[in-house]
């Protein structure tokens, strides 16, 4: 009897571990125009368009840049689905059998850099001699 139980106790521990849920959680980042360096939450993720996984939800630095436009330096909020708050984000990682994909797409467009004329170098060039010399 005891052997019957073990064995009944494994089947349950196994299917226990094998049935749970998945959540993946996946953000994509775009530029325009693509191939800019991007830096999340100080961390440089590649090239875009790229595709990082991640686990929390909430308040991303973002931070792009390519030669010959001026560097994207901004941030966004990441919102959770329903399923991910409690009792519901139980259910969908820990009883639900199947996977679930959270796909988010973030796109910056990145502005062309604007270099200054002659004339506007000189003339803060003069201004800032003045702020010197009081």
Known sequence: MAR???IAYAIIGFMAIVLTGCVERRLTINTE????MVVLND???GTSPVTVSFNWYGDYWV???KNGYEMLNTHRKLRAPLHDYFPFDF???VLYPG???NAYEWTFALAPQEYPTR???IENGESLRSQLER
Do not use: D, N
């Not at 125009?33 to 800019?36: L, N, R, T, W, Y």
């Open 99 to 101: 996977r679930i994909v």
């Open 63 to 65: 931070r792009a840049s």
């Open 119 to 121: 004339e506007q170098l």
């Open 4 to 6: 019957k139980s073990g």
């Open 33 to 36: 125009p693509p191939g800019a």
């Open 91 to 93: 259910i969908t990682e």
């Open 43 to 45: 961390q440089e993720i």
